[in-house]
């Protein structure tokens, strides 16, 4: 990546996530990395060859986005690298940390090392690959762990295939706490969300849909508290979604094991009534839930417990979301409205600016050991000017992913990314 000139971003909003404040002031950057932040709005010009005037609109770290699906090698025809590092420059997504389940799964050396040579190529923003826990994501036999760290992989996940044997799952834990590996998995109990298309209760039960109950996330996340406990491994849930599981999370904590926990945007922001007369674009895995869920599961990350925020960008072409609901496959896109849903929990009260992006930049960057998602000097100049209140309707016409299935077609949203830069490099702007 080419180096950036001596610039000065002057009359931001500065929102830093790592001393949870929001200041006015000024930033100066240089080759990459923020050379001096200034808390006033009274600056000579820094000897920059460039001034960005934002204009009162809210300077930030970039967006580190864990869990990414991007579909190379295998379906490109549902998302390159170059259309989701589009989407995320679009979406204020400066680092993609992306999902090993593709097709094939990344499971190797050799399709890690394609992953991070073709993501350099064409990507405009970091991309930081996770690969395979088990080999083919089977839950048999673990990859080779070692091996994957020396190619680049960030962490290890077999994403939604829920390792059933525990004891492959102990053993590959013990190996990767040897190493210092983080393991991400989706806790979830796999017979009882086997085949669910909706969360239990009353509205999954008048629409007919086959559904699980939460307490099926709550056995999941204790049985992988039980074996963290065991073996000692750093270990993150990437999605935490459910009121049930909280306290487990909680206690765990407490007792000093090596445990992170994510959510996705979409659970924060809707909920399972959403799904209406079966709309397939709010089918997600785990399922939408209660909005009691929901709440409780906002609070969370307010209060630190929840520690990072997803999009959980998961692309589907309409063949495979135009079926009935049952049949439809999951998931959302998300790189492109991550940002403007989550402007609903600011605009809501339920959460403040330096809070939110402590979970969507700051924790995830630094849970992954990664320099990003700081505002201050020697980091990097991955940043985001974002008016947080501009209005728009959601057009999935106009986004950048080459699948559209996005649940906010058509809403009301507020939050627009004004420009985005890449190690001081401007990679959107509108």
């Known amino acids: 990546m080419m180096q950036s000139k001596r610039t000065l971003f002057i009359n931001a909003r500065l929102v830093d996530p790592k001393a949870k404040t929001e200041t006015f002031g000024s930033l100066l950057v240089e080759n990459g990395v923020i050379l001096k932040v200034i808390h006033d709005d009274g600056v000579d010009n820094e000897d920059a060859q460039m001034v960005v005037d934002c204009g009162g609109k809210y300077l930030a770290p970039g967006i580190v986005d864990i869990g990414v699906k991007v579909c190379e090698p295998g379906e490109r025809h549902k998302e390159s690298f170059r259309t989701a590092g589009q989407a995320a420059a679009a979406g204020g997504v400066t680092t993609m940390v992306t999902r090993p389940d593709t097709d094939p799964t990344i499971d190797n050396p050799e399709s890690l090392e394609f992953v991070i040579r073709r993501a350099r190529e064409v990507a405009p923003v970091h991309v930081h690959p ?34 059933t044997d525990t004891k492959v799952f102990s053993r590959a834990l013990t190996y990767a706490r040897s190493l210092g590996a983080l393991v991400i998995a989706h806790p979830q109990e796999p017979v009882l969300s086997h085949g669910a298309a909706a969360t239990s209760g009353k509205f999954a039960s008048l629409r007919g849909l086959p559904a699980v109950s939460a307490m099926a996330e709550r056995m999941g996340l204790d049985r992988d508290i039980a074996l963290i406990e065991m073996t000692g491994a750093r270990y993150h849930a990437d999605q935490i979604t459910t009121s049930r599981a909280l306290p487990a999370l909680e206690r765990a904590k407490a007792n000093g094991l090596d445990i992170t926990a994510g959510t996705s945007i979409h659970h924060l922001t809707l909920n399972a009534l959403d799904v209406a007369d079966y709309r397939t674009f709010f089918k997600i895995k785990p399922p939408l839930r209660e909005e009691e869920d929901r709440i409780a599961v906002v609070e969370a990350v307010a209060s630190g417990l929840i520690d990072i925020i997803s999009s959980m960008h998961t692309p589907q072409d309409e063949e495979s979301k135009r079926l009935p609901f049952e049949e439809a496959a999951s998931g959302a896109v998300a790189l492109e409205t991550f940002l403007p849903a989550a402007m609903r929990l600011v605009h809501a009260d339920m959460i403040d600016l330096p809070t939110l992006w402590r979970a969507m930049s700051y924790n995830p960057a630094k849970r992954l050991g990664l320099p990003q998602g700081r505002l201050s000097e020697g ?52």
């Open 379 to 430: 980091a990097p100049a991955d940043l985001v000017i974002f008016d947080p209140n501009a209005p728009f309707v959601m057009d999935r016409a106009t986004l950048k992913s080459k699948s559209r299935n996005t649940p906010f077609d058509g809403q009301r949203m507020q939050g627009k990314v004004i420009a985005t830069y890449v190690s001081g490099n401007k990679v959107f702007g509108i």
């Open 130 to 163: 996770m690969a395979a826990l088990t080999k083919g994501r089977m839950g048999r036999e673990m990859t080779e762990i070692g091996f994957l760290l020396d190619a680049g992989a960030v962490a290890f996940t077999d994403c939604d295939s829920v390792i």
